[in-house]
């Protein structure tokens, strides 16, 4: 764990990008105190101006803060993300668990659940769910959930699989009873990191997902402000106020490349192999 | 007649956890068909003497010495130089032929490509050639098994491969490195006999830990330690009289001998022990060995050791 | 290797009774009545007589197990559907919006190949120099931007303010001034996945023994690199290229709503607006079909690229 820490400390990138998502989490959570405006409120005769000192970056085409949108912008997309990471990991673990637990018919089913839905590309299906079940945040989410659960399902199912192995061979001669409780006191432990990895890594595809879908008009309904339906708004008007096509896209740039720098610091921090590519230099 | 004349050779590599100083005033020589074994534990350094003389070490590597091959120093050849040398003058047979063998290539081409790169043959030729080379090495059916890819062949057969590989361009030294390493016995002696039989004519440096194969082929034994050379005579006397102490554990260590294992381990090549760089396994360590290091001496003809029981101090 | 490849096709059997089923499914996830949904314009709530005819019409009046076979032997038989707009079979525009997308997705490959494999082998053999950091810098940031951004940048800069290229369309039949900048949208995206791929892989390889045993036969570095090291270093780049074109479908939706491309991803997101779900349906079964083709090309491939995969190991004595 030492060895962990001390890895990770030395991996810069990884560091500016969890100060990065440290810092977004606090701007989500104190957008109310830090917003200079109100995001939601109109003032059509201040439409579509650029970067000044009442609105520092300016307003949409309703002549709302595109700031204070942003500021407020953040809570959502930092909240779906957590969410539907947290939703798909749970589900994603619980069937993989029975799937490499189990193993047999039921994890051929699983697994074949698996293959089957990675056959479609992911946003693909996630667009075709989201848009049938209708407009709203929610639809969005269980869109997402639906296409994202697959890669935990694996993770942990890898774990598992490669950690029976081993246990066999000490159930050969103690246990026998409780050997559900003993495989979770065994896997689990060893399975936390690299799902860790992955959520992490995969906060980028959910927050891509979800802005994407947003920007096709799925998702928040308007006035609520989210950044990818910002820069659909922002469309119609590039040329007059093009940064209304900047501004957003910027904020989901941050925040995507954040989420990465810490996932590949994390997942070199540990994994042994990434690490002696390092030592060879 | 001296073909290799390996002058105090120095290989320090820098890493992250320090100098690993691998190779230390080593000195060798080698006559033209004479055999050579280089015996010593892993991590002794013999390797590394082997790529260094190929000038197959990392460019960040820290080399100095001299390697004298046919009146040129080896280590003041531009790359491109050194090019024509590997392969057509000296061949090196790598350890792990199972991975040493590009799998997404066929074995014949793999010896293909020297041939045409050395002898500038066509490609059908050279792929004759190739085959032949293969049966060299008795490799039966070598015209099916030139076409096939390097899983395909067993262990044995893939050494054979590379001994192939080595011989096909000719050159007047091979090294080679632990052909024996992870065969079973009987494949073992198979290995063993054959390269006897196909280094007839030429020279050759044995790197290996098995002193049983080395005594079969080797003329003469030198004996690594710590990454350096610390005894060095004829293979029968060797075996008759060794004089330094770690030459006697190693050969005490042998199964025929009673597999008496030395005590203590190999040292860290990074943190050198001062002095003789064997006094704290030695039972025959005295003051000074544990202050000074000693110098090679030539105690009788053709047998040299570096051990304060019969030497003087490095100058 | 023939049975490799019958393996594999008769375990794609399961996979794509499973998509049929998820495809079907998407039909009843639609909150309330399918046909009421539908039928409720903006004048009020649907007349009740017209809704059940349509119901029947449509078969949505069937229990659910017989409606799914009815569905999928229709699928079977190349029927895909008639779609709730138009009541043409909905594969009617899907075949040349897919075409559109075909021709999009190849160039963006193209371009996405070019970059990646040569910058991914320089940035590897020239590990920790200027190059290597600049390009993985670069792919850093081309795998955090979003691509719906980044095409309307491109639009803003080379179509507004250059003007170099037109905003959107389709032009002549997708000529190429239209192409050029959503292939570039998906194209640079895709090449900063491939790069990394690329670069990883190579720098696998040249560790290997026998890149070092290829030396020490007096190869120049060239051939080492270029015939032992690559057709190696490859093999992981090719694996991943069906995974590529998933993405680069993926990537369609967004691009060719911005760039208005007339392709299957245009396709869908207008019937997702028009609520026409069996053109949704049809759509996303189309995609998923070719999907899973393409991924069956592709491992066939490998198997010929890799020769331990072509010619199962046999252990011989001796």
Same mark, same amino acid.
């Given at each position: 764990?030492?060895?962990?820490?001390?890895?990770?400390?030395?991996?810069?990138?990884?560091?500016?990008?969890?100060?990065?998502?440290?810092?977004?989490?606090?701007?989500?959570?104190?957008?109310?105190?830090?917003?200079?405006?109100?995001?939601?409120?109109?003032s059509?005769?201040e439409?579509?101006?650029?970067?000044?000192?009442?609105?520092?970056?300016?307003?949409d085409?309703?002549?709302?803060?595109?700031?204070?949108?942003?500021?407020?912008?953040?809570?959502?997309?930092?909240?779906?993300?957590?969410?539907?990471?947290?939703?798909?990991?749970?589900?994603?673990?619980?069937?993989?668990?029975?799937?490499?637990?189990?193993?047999?018919?039921?994890?051929?089913?699983?697994?074949?659940?698996?293959?089957a839905?990675?056959?479609?590309?992911?946003?693909?299906?996630?667009?075709?769910?989201?848009?049938?079940?209708?407009?709203?945040?929610?639809?969005?989410?269980?869109?997402?959930?639906?296409?994202?659960?697959?890669?935990?399902?694996?993770?942990?199912?890898?774990?598992?699989?490669?950690?029976?192995?081993?246990?066999?061979?000490?159930?050969?001669?103690?246990?026998?009873?409780?050997?559900?409780?003993?495989?979770?006191?065994?896997?689990?432990?060893?399975?936390?990191?690299?799902?860790?990895?992955?959520?992490?890594?995969?906060?980028?595809?959910?927050?891509?997902?979800?802005?994407?879908?947003?920007?096709?008009?799925?998702?928040?309904?308007?006035?609520?402000?989210?950044?990818?339906?910002?820069?659909?708004?922002?469309?119609?008007?590039?040329?007059?106020a093009?940064?209304?096509?900047?501004?957003?896209?910027?904020?989901?740039?941050?925040?995507?490349?954040?989420?990465?720098?810490?996932?590949?610091?994390?997942?070199?921090?540990?994994?042994p192999?990434?690490?002696?590519?390092?030592?060879?230099? | 007649?001296?073909?290799?004349?390996?002058?105090?050779?120095?290989?320090?590599?820098?890493?992250?956890e320090?100098?690993?100083?691998?190779?230390?005033?080593?000195?060798?020589?080698?006559?033209?068909?004479?055999?050579?074994?280089?015996?010593?534990?892993?991590?002794?350094?013999?390797?590394?003497?082997?790529?260094?003389?190929?000038?197959?070490?990392?460019?960040?590597?820290?080399?100095?010495?001299?390697?004298?091959?046919?009146?040129?120093?080896?280590?003041?050849?531009?790359?491109g130089?050194?090019?024509?040398?590997?392969?057509?003058?000296?061949?090196?047979?790598?350890?792990?032929?199972?991975?040493?063998?590009?799998p997404?290539?066929?074995?014949?081409?793999?010896?293909?490509?020297?041939?045409?790169?050395?002898?500038?043959?066509?490609?059908?030729?050279?792929?004759?050639?190739?085959?032949?080379?293969?049966?060299?090495?008795?490799?039966?059916s070598?015209?099916?098994?030139?076409?096939?890819?390097?899983?395909?062949?067993?262990?044995?057969?893939?050494?054979?491969? *590379?001994?192939?590989?080595?011989?096909?361009?000719?050159?007047?030294?091979?090294?080679?490195?632990?052909p024996?390493?992870?065969?079973?016995?009987?494949?073992?002696?198979?290995?063993?006999?054959?390269?006897?039989?196909?280094?007839?004519?030429?020279?050759?440096?044995?790197?290996?830990?098995?002193?049983?194969?080395?005594?079969?082929?080797?003329?003469?034994?030198?004996? *690594?330690?710590?990454?350096e050379?610390?005894?060095?005579?004829?293979?029968?006397?060797?075996?008759?009289?060794?004089?330094h102490?770690?030459?006697?554990?190693?050969?005490?260590?042998?199964?025929?001998?009673?597999?008496?294992?030395?005590?203590?381990?190999?040292?860290?090549?990074?943190?050198?022990p001062?002095?003789?760089?064997?006094?704290?396994?030695?039972?025959?360590?005295?003051?000074?060995?544990?202050?000074?290091?000693?110098? *090679?001496?030539?105690?009788?003809?053709?047998?040299?050791?570096?051990?304060?029981?019969?030497?003087?101090?490095?100058? | 290797?023939?049975?490799?490849?019958?393996?594999?096709?008769?375990?794609?059997?399961?996979?794509?009774l499973?998509?049929?089923?998820?495809?079907?499914?998407?039909?009843?996830?639609?909150?309330?009545?399918?046909?009421?949904?539908?039928?409720?314009?903006?004048?009020?709530?649907?007349?009740?007589?017209?809704?059940?005819?349509?119901?029947?019409?449509?078969?949505?009046?069937?229990?659910?197990?017989?409606?799914y076979?009815?569905?999928?032997?229709?699928?079977?038989?190349?029927?895909?559907?008639?779609?709730?707009?138009?009541?043409?079979?909905?594969?009617?525009?899907?075949?040349?919006?897919?075409?559109?997308?075909?021709?999009?997705?190849?160039?963006?490959?193209?371009?996405?190949?070019?970059?990646?494999?040569?910058?991914?082998?320089?940035?590897?053999?020239?590990?920790?120099?200027?190059?290597?950091?600049?390009?993985?810098?670069?792919?850093?940031?081309?795998?955090?931007?979003?691509?719906?951004?980044?095409?309307?940048l491109?639009?803003?800069?080379?179509?507004?303010?250059?003007?170099?290229?037109?905003?959107?369309?389709?032009?002549?039949?997708?000529?190429?001034?239209?192409?050029?900048?959503?292939?570039?949208?998906?194209?640079?995206?895709?090449?900063?996945?491939?790069?990394?791929?690329?670069?990883?892989?190579?720098?696998?390889?040249?560790?290997?023994?026998?890149?070092?045993?290829?030396?020490?036969?007096?190869?120049?570095?060239?051939?080492?690199?270029?015939?032992?090291?690559?057709?190696?270093?490859?093999?992981?780049?090719?694996?991943?290229?069906?995974?590529?074109?998933?993405?680069?479908?993926?990537?369609?939706?967004?691009?060719?709503t911005?760039?208005?491309?007339?392709?299957?991803?245009?396709?869908?997101?207008?019937?997702?607006?028009?609520?026409?779900?069996?053109?949704?349906q049809?759509?996303?079964?189309?995609?998923?079909?070719?999907?899973?083709?393409?991924?069956?090309?592709?491992?066939?491939?490998?198997?010929?690229l890799?020769?331990?995969?072509?010619?199962?190991?046999?252990?011989?004595?001796?």
């Open positions: 764990m030492a060895d962990f820490v001390s890895q990770f400390r030395e991996n810069r990138t990884a560091l500016v990008g969890a100060a990065v998502i440290l810092l977004l989490v606090l701007v989500a959570i104190f957008a109310p105190q830090l917003a200079p405006h109100n995001p939601i409120k109109a059509l005769d439409r579509l101006t650029g970067p000044s000192e009442k609105y520092p970056l300016g307003t085409h309703l002549g709302r803060c595109v700031l204070s949108r942003l500021l407020y912008g953040a809570r959502i997309s930092l909240a779906v993300g957590v969410v539907v990471v947290g939703v798909a990991a749970a589900v994603g673990v619980a069937l993989g668990i029975i799937s490499g637990f189990y193993g047999g018919v039921l994890d051929e089913i699983i697994m074949r659940l698996v293959d839905m990675l056959a479609f590309p992911s946003i693909f299906l996630a667009l075709a769910i989201a848009g049938t079940l209708g407009p709203g945040l929610g639809n969005v989410m269980i869109a997402i959930i639906v296409v994202e659960w697959t890669r935990y399902a694996r993770v942990i199912r890898g774990s598992i699989l490669s950690v029976k192995e081993n246990y066999y061979v000490e159930a050969a001669r103690a246990l026998g009873a409780s050997d559900f409780y003993v495989v979770t006191r065994h896997i689990l432990p060893n399975a936390i990191a690299p799902i860790i990895v992955v959520a992490t890594l995969g906060m980028a595809p959910v927050i891509l997902a979800a802005t994407s879908l947003s920007f096709l008009g799925l998702g928040v309904q308007p006035p609520t402000p989210e950044w990818g339906m910002m820069l659909n708004d922002g469309r119609l008007f590039m040329r007059r093009p940064h209304l096509t900047t501004f957003p896209g910027v904020a989901i740039m941050i925040t995507i490349l954040a989420f990465n720098l810490l996932g590949d610091g994390l997942r070199d921090a540990l994994d192999r990434a690490r002696t590519e390092k030592e060879l230099r | 007649m001296t073909l290799l004349g390996v002058r105090n050779l120095r290989v320090h590599f820098p890493t992250e320090g100098l690993v100083k691998a190779v230390n005033t080593v000195d060798l020589e080698m006559k033209g068909r004479e055999k050579l074994g280089l015996i010593g534990e892993t991590g002794c350094g013999k390797t590394v003497l082997g790529m260094c003389i190929m000038r197959l070490l990392q460019p960040n590597t820290e080399v100095a010495g001299e390697i004298w091959y046919k009146g040129r120093d080896l280590l003041r050849l531009s790359e130089e050194m090019r024509k040398v590997r392969g057509r003058e000296i061949a090196m047979i790598l350890q792990n032929p199972a991975t040493s063998l590009n997404v290539l066929r074995v014949g081409e793999q010896i293909a490509e020297a041939i045409r790169l050395h002898q500038g043959l066509d490609k059908r030729t050279a792929w004759a050639r190739a085959v032949e080379e293969l049966e060299a090495v008795k490799i039966a070598a015209e099916e098994r030139a076409k096939e890819y390097p899983h395909q062949f067993s262990g044995g057969m893939q050494e054979r491969a *590379m001994i192939a590989m080595g011989l096909a361009c000719d050159p007047a030294l091979i090294i080679a490195d632990e024996t390493k992870g065969l079973d016995v009987k494949i073992k002696m198979q290995v063993v006999r054959l390269l006897k039989e196909v280094v007839r004519e030429k020279a050759m440096l044995f790197i290996t830990h098995d002193l049983g194969a080395a005594a079969e082929i080797c003329d003469r034994i030198a004996v *690594m330690y710590a990454g050379i610390v005894e060095c005579a004829e293979t029968s006397e060797i075996f008759r009289n060794p004089l102490p770690y030459t006697q554990g190693f050969l005490n260590s042998l199964p025929s001998r009673g597999l008496k294992p030395i005590p203590g381990v190999s040292p860290s090549l990074i943190d050198i001062s002095g003789c760089r064997f006094h704290q396994r030695c039972d025959c360590a005295t003051e000074i060995c544990e202050e000074e290091h000693s110098e *090679m001496v030539e105690v009788k003809e053709g047998h040299f050791v570096r051990c304060f029981l019969f030497g003087e101090k490095d100058a | 290797m023939l049975n490799y490849i019958l393996k594999r096709i008769i375990l794609l059997a399961p996979i794509l499973l998509v049929s089923l998820i495809t079907f499914s998407i039909l009843y996830i639609i909150p309330g009545d399918p046909a009421e949904t539908i039928l409720t314009g903006p004048g009020g709530a649907a007349d009740p007589k017209a809704v059940e005819e349509f119901r029947v019409k449509m078969g949505l009046d069937r229990p659910l197990h017989i409606q076979l009815k569905w999928l032997n229709n699928v079977l038989h190349g029927n895909f559907g008639y779609s709730y707009m138009t009541e043409q079979p909905v594969l009617d525009p899907i075949l040349p919006a897919f075409r559109a997308t075909l021709k999009l997705a190849v160039a963006s490959m193209i371009l996405s190949l070019l970059i990646s494999i040569p910058v991914g082998i320089i940035s590897a053999i020239k590990q920790y120099s200027l190059i290597d950091n600049l390009s993985m810098t670069g792919a850093l940031l081309g795998v955090s931007m979003p691509n719906f951004w980044q095409g309307l491109l639009i803003l800069l080379f179509a507004v303010y250059l003007g170099w290229f037109p905003v959107a369309g389709y032009g002549e039949n997708g000529d190429f001034e239209h192409l050029v900048l959503p292939a570039i949208t998906l194209g640079t995206s895709s090449a900063a996945i491939t790069t990394r791929l690329m670069r990883s892989s190579m720098l696998e390889t040249i560790r290997q023994d026998y890149i070092q045993a290829a030396r020490a036969k007096g190869l120049s570095e060239r051939v080492v690199i270029g015939k032992h090291a690559l057709k190696n270093a490859l093999i992981p780049v090719v694996t991943v290229a069906g995974l590529n074109f998933g993405y680069l479908l993926d990537g369609s939706v967004v691009v060719e911005i760039f208005a491309w007339p392709g299957i991803g245009k396709l869908m997101v207008g019937s997702i607006y028009m609520r026409d779900y069996p053109m949704i049809g759509c996303i079964l189309f995609v998923a079909l070719v999907y899973v083709a393409v991924n069956l090309v592709v491992d066939i491939l490998y198997t010929f890799d020769p331990r995969i072509r010619y199962e190991t046999k252990a011989k004595a001796k």
